[in-house]
């Protein structure tokens, strides 16, 4: 196949690339190697985790058009509430950690709908399901990618002169030779104050399987899985306890904190406050990350809420689960964490009522779209990073540094994100790390490669380091990023410029900045706090 764009990797920052190509004119090819296009929010079954001012400003155009019609698919679709229907900022899950929380199919479905038209025009070739295999490079240039098919359909062999890297765990870098990172950099090589004396490349925040349930009358408890005493002991130094408790680390003061677990706690809906600046929103579980709660829908609509369990219980700390070579056995063990999870939640977890066990917890693989009853894809939390010509450093961007100077403001910025500093245990034994961030912007030097010419990060595989990907890494960063480097792609086509020239030459950086203001990215933002 041959097109003016190639996007390996359908999730939030592939699909926002596509689209920017696409809008502008440009053909172009889009990979996936799951069944859902939307990485994260829709295969990895996280629902978005946004700022607190994410309705009003802070997010791109596109970004909000995918919100507005997540709202407007629940109000075509399903059986709300005359009180829901007419809530004007609808979080059908009333999740604490989102004003957005929602079923993944359905953000699945937006997303199809976002790029019919170009599907029809014949514009967009879409290759699903279907992973890089190999590319093929001339000098600093990718010519050719291959992709195969996940499940043995053959290969495709796609030339472009632009290749845009939006995948997981950053596929194409080692591909193609790029120059590129992992894990922790040492303290000598970044200069930030919270880095290790030494480089730890396979130091990496934890991935994590994530899953849905509902909790309804009957027992629905899962066959005991395999090496479920081995997860049943484990316990890192720092955890207070087993893994498998409703105990963990409060990842902003360190201190072991027991969580509450409540299923089907009857609130209403419209009174949840989900505001990150006020409280993690993670004392009660099961609201924690819920996806649908019922008393949203008219009644008998659901039996039940239906949670998400992205909780520190089932992250998986034993290995990284890319740049070792038994990649795949980690896989399948951080899936095996999680059902051992759920397990122990329907055997023996601690109930309000002094009993053990809440085996009417029931697995919905059929919200996560999953043969197994987990997220079809692990969630990743921190890719490969291309070596760049810029990269994010802690002391840009945390507000123990910058004070009330705010975040370091760029002049090549390329949109705004915001999130705290937050990193996950480490498959090198690290806690938490969750401070305090400032509002910032995103470099376009972050989205340049060192030496590649046409090749494009647009997702986390962009210039941060392991501490500033913590705040980098989710939703709608990943998508501004993904947009930016779309809009890119098809402007050095436009005007016969490379990457690099646009970035360092001041009146193409400021057209390119012209135009992505008209496309509706923000490049800056008002006078707000830091959380």
Known sequence: METDVLVVGGGLGGVAAALAALRAGRSVVLTEEYDWLGGQLTSQAVPPDEHSWVEQFGVTSSYRALRDGIRDYYRRHYPLTERSRAWRHLNPGAGHVSRLCHEPRVAAAVIEEMLAPYVGSGRLRLLRPYRPLSAETDGDRITAVTVAHRDGGGEITVTAPYVLDATETGELLPLSGTEYVTGFESRSETGEPSAPDTAQPLNMQAASVCFALDHVDGDHTIDRPARYDFWRAYQPDFWGGPMLSLRAPNPRTKDVVERSFTPNPDDDPLAVVADQRLSAGDSNLWTFRRIAARRNFVDGAYESDITLVNWPMIDYLPSPVFEVPDAAQHVAAARELSRSF????????????????????????????????????????????????????????????????????????????????????????????????????????????????????????????????????????????????????????????????VRNCPGLLADFQSRLSRDGVELSWPDISAY
């Open 342 to 501: 759920l397990y122990w939640l329907q055997t023996e977890a601690p109930r309000p009522d002094g009993g053990t066990g809440f085996p009417g917890l029931r697995l919905r693989g059929d919200v996560t779209g999953s043969a197994d009853g987990l997220a079809q894809a692990p969630y990743i939390r921190e890719s490969r990073r291309i070596r760049a010509e810029y990269t994010v450093v802690e002391q840009d961007l945390s507000l123990a540094v910058r004070g009330d100077k705010g975040a370091v403001e760029y002049e090549d910025s390329v949109g705004v994100g915001m999130y705290r500093i937050d990193l996950h245990p480490s498959t090198g034994g690290d806690n938490y790390l969750d401070v305090a961030c400032c509002p910032f912007q995103i470099p376009l030097g972050a989205l340049i490669p060192q030496r590649m010419e046409n090749l494009l990060p647009a997702g986390k595989n962009i210039g941060t380091t392991h501490i500033t990907n913590g705040s980098y890494r989710l939703h709608p960063v990943e998508w501004n990023v993904g947009e930016v480097a779309g809009a890119l792609a098809d402007f050095c086509l436009s005007h016969g410029v490379s990457p690099r020239a």
